[in-house]
């Protein structure tokens, strides 16, 4: 069945890195996706990635999928505070409209 | 664009009543989505629409809930009668076409506390 999958804490120091795992079902979903959600708002999209690439560079994010083991992370370089967030895991399955979220990974920055 | 509407922010209401939650797409927007996210069981997807048609309800927990697209520009998601399970974050999203990638533009959710 269609499931996404994520650790549910991450806790960083300010400037160090963060990776966020996630590991999904759908062999076939085309884009995988992150999105952000700081606290008492919505999701925001954050990068995606289509899943011919291995790997996708935005800035301070750096998206790895490993299709094989249906395998995606998302690394955060020289975290700060403003990064505290959850941050979401998506597939898209069943029609591409559709996606599929994991539970999210609340990332902590400290000082 | 002020992005997706939805009202209220929080609703706090009784087991029983009928609760209706209010979103407004963004406009030219042809896709409409409503999710449900808890601390148990994260964000779910209810339903979503295409043009105002309702497209894919299987997410609706059951017969209490119930929505609808009267237009391009507004949609309401129902429950009644409520229940304290019902407790939750609702969010409306929208996307402007079905073509990938598939990028939903969240609203702020309405947070809904059923005693």
Avoid at chain 2, 15 to 23: A, F, K, P
Avoid at chain 2, 49 to 73: H, L, Q, T
Wanted: glycine share 8%; with cysteine.
């Amino acid at each position: 069945g269609e499931d996404v999958e994520q650790s549910l804490f991450l806790s960083v120091r300010e400037g160090d890195s963060s990776v966020i795992n996630c590991t999904y079902t759908d062999s076939s979903s085309t884009y995988l996706y992150w999105y952000k959600q700081e606290p008492g708002a919505g999701l925001q999209l954050l990068t995606y990635i289509f899943s011919n690439m291995d790997m996708k560079q935005d800035q301070r994010l750096t998206v790895l999928l490993n299709k094989k083991d249906k395998h995606l992370s998302l690394r955060i370089a020289d975290t700060q505070t403003g990064d505290s967030a959850i941050y979401f895991c998506a597939e898209s399955t069943g029609g591409y409209n559709k996606l599929i979220f994991g539970a999210g990974t609340r990332l902590a920055v400290h000082p | 664009d002020a992005g997706v509407i939805q009202s209220p922010r929080h609703e706090v209401t009784e087991m029983g009543q009928e609760v209706t939650l209010r979103c407004k797409p963004i406009s030219g927007h042809d896709y409409l989505f409503w999710y449900r996210q808890t601390m148990m069981r994260g964000l779910e997807l209810l339903i979503y629409f295409n043009n105002n048609v309702p497209i894919d309800d299987s997410g609706m927990p059951e017969d209490r809930f119930s929505a609808k697209m009267p237009n391009a520009s507004f949609s309401t998601l129902k429950i009644q009668p409520s229940e304290p399970r019902d407790s939750a974050v609702y969010f409306c999203a929208s996307s402007p076409h079905g073509r990938e990638p598939n990028e939903q533009f969240f609203g702020p959710g309405t947070r809904l506390t059923v005693l």
